[in-house]
């Protein structure tokens, strides 16, 4: 897997977007980028993915370089609940031990009033 | 309510005892997943399993066993002979060839 990179922390003010990037400057053409975040104590919990277009759900959007080196993961709103570790992951599609998620220490994103 | 359900999310164990720690999903995924996370660590795979009958040694499987009789469900058990197994333990299914979703973990301690 592609090797990414994530700031260690980050703080952002309720109601504000906060904008998370993620460097993966070794990316393969057939890896795509993964978002996951961990609240404290909890399972980690599946934000987004894409490959090369910018993709949106009700979570958040993921803004893909064109060049595919680096990524941005974009919470509109934060709220308090969105203080969690967040995680950068680029991985194939794939089954077996391609499959699986190697989770780095990821950006501690804090949400304060 | 679709998810994947862990049991128990606390467990304690003295040392030298076996325990099974229990996960099912009721979301209809062929493939399932066991990682262990250690305090400021990322995860580490232990075993997976593609299909009810099979499953495969991830990166640190060994002091584990685990079985998949069921669709639904994929026990772990933690032997005796894992050395440091004190930690906190997930489970996932995957959807496809893509996301994997997670149970909300078991935290086991030796005592």
């Known amino acids: 897997d592609a090797k990414t990179t994530q700031p260690t922390s980050m703080d952002c003010a309720e109601g504000r977007a906060a904008n998370l990037p993620c460097n993966h400057s070794?990316?393969?053409?057939?890896?795509?980028v993964y978002w996951y975040r961990q609240i404290h104590s909890q399972g980690p919990q599946y934000i987004i993915h894409?490959?090369?277009n910018n993709e949106t759900n009700e979570m958040a959007s993921l803004i893909i370089t064109e060049d595919r080196k680096s990524s941005t993961l974009i919470l509109p709103h934060a709220t308090l609940r969105d203080t969690a570790v967040y995680y950068c992951i680029v991985r194939p599609r794939g089954t077996g031990t391609a499959s699986k998620l190697t989770f780095g220490t990821g950006t501690r994103l804090q949400v304060t009033l | 309510d679709g998810g994947i359900t862990q049991s128990p999310k606390y467990l304690f164990r003295k040392e030298g005892q076996n325990v099974t720690l229990s996960c099912e999903q009721n979301l209809n995924h062929d493939a399932m997943y066991w990682y262990r996370q250690d305090p400021g660590q990322g995860l580490r795979l232990i075993y997976y399993?593609?299909?009810?009958?099979?499953?495969q040694k991830g990166d640190i499987a060994e002091g584990y066993s685990v079985s998949r009789e069921k669709k639904e469900s994929f026990p772990l058990t933690v032997t005796s002979a894992q050395k440091n197994p004190t930690a906190f333990y997930l489970c996932a299914s995957r959807a496809g060839l893509d996301t994997q979703y997670f149970g909300p973990g078991t935290r086991l301690t030796v005592l």
């Open positions: 399993s593609q299909i009810v009958n099979d499953f």
């Open positions: 070794t990316i393969s053409g057939n890896e795509y």
């Open positions: 894409g490959l090369k």
